[in-house]
Nanobody, 124 residues
Framework: QVQLGESGGGLVQAGGSLRLSCAASGITFSRYTRGWFRQAPGKEREFVAAFSWSGTSAYYADSVKGRFTISRDNARTTVYLQMNNLKPDDTAVYYC?????????????????WGQGTQVTVSS
C-alpha cells in the first residue's frame, strides 16, 4: 500500500520560511516524478513544484519561482519543499503527490498517489 506523509507546515509571518517534507512508503519513490501542489479555500488545487523521476530536472510554478526549492534526500525516500520569502498568498494546504499517468507534470490529474496535506498559513 502506497502512503505519502507530509510534515512541516505551520504558521509563519510574511517573509519567513518553512520546509515541508514528504516521506513515502510502499513505492520506489525515485522511479516517479514527485510533485507538490497546494489548495487554498475556495480555489482549485494548483501546481507548485515537481522533481523528475531521474532527479535531474525541477519545475516550478511562476508564482513560486525563485522562492521555493524542491529537493530530495540521498536515500531518495523523502522529498522536500523549501519555502522562503513566504507571502500571504502562499497560504494553503500543501500536498505531495506521485505522478503515475502520462501528461503534463503540472496537471494534478496525472498524479495517482497523494498525501493527506499539511496546512501552511502565512500572516501579513
Amino acid at each position: 500500500q502506497v502512503q505519502l506523509g507530509e510534515s512541516g507546515g505551520g504558521l509563519v509571518q510574511a517573509g519567513g520560511s518553512l520546509r515541508l517534507s514528504c516521506a513515502a512508503s510502499g513505492i520506489t519513490f525515485s522511479r516517479y516524478t514527485r510533485g507538490w501542489f497546494r489548495q487554498a479555500p475556495g480555489k482549485e488545487r494548483e501546481f507548485v513544484a515537481a522533481f523528475s523521476w531521474s532527479g535531474t530536472s525541477a519545475y516550478y510554478a511562476d508564482s513560486v519561482k525563485g522562492r521555493f526549492t524542491i529537493s530530495r534526500d540521498n536515500a531518495r525516500t523523502t522529498v522536500y519543499l523549501q519555502m522562503n520569502n513566504l507571502k500571504p498568498d502562499d497560504t494553503a494546504v500543501y500536498y505531495c503527490a506521485v505522478r503515475t499517468y502520462a501528461g503534463t507534470y503540472s496537471d494534478p490529474g496525472t498524479y495517482g498517489y497523494w498525501g493527506q496535506g499539511t496546512q501552511v498559513t502565512v500572516s501579513s
